[in-house]
Nanobody, 120 residues
């Protein structure tokens, strides 16, 4: 019974900023990687950013220099700070985490998604 709860999506003007949050709750024993994906209608879901249990990160080329991923292990929470937003960033953003529940193996969990709309 692991759930990922996203928040922070909404409407923002081009050049603006948003900060997404995702908290894991339920039967969480440990979390390995956490990350963010996004998807627009007619497009394949793509990785936006990912962070390991440490501080190693990976970003999509399209967001490098504009987005920053971070995490708070004590709160089982991952953040995505987005700046210099472009209309092309408009998408449903999904939180993803590799979670071990009840001392079991790591499993892939997904949030329900939060819509980010960048428009003037």
């Amino acid at each position: 019974q692991v759930q990922l709860a996203e928040s922070g999506g909404g409407l923002v003007q081009p050049g603006g900023s948003l900060r997404l949050s995702c908290a894991a709750s339920g039967s969480v024993f440990s979390i390995n990687t956490m990350g963010w994906f996004r998807q627009d209608p007619g497009k394949e879901r793509e990785l936006v950013a990912r962070i390991t249990s440490g501080i190693s990160t990976i970003y999509a080329d399209s967001v490098k220099g504009r987005f920053t991923i971070s995490r708070d292990k004590a709160k089982n929470t991952v953040y995505l700070q987005m700046s210099s937003l472009k209309p092309e960033d408009t998408a449903v953003y999904y939180c993803n985490a590799e979670v071990a529940a009840s001392r079991g193996p790591l499993m892939d969990y997904w949030g329900k998604g939060t819509l980010v709309t960048v428009s003037s």
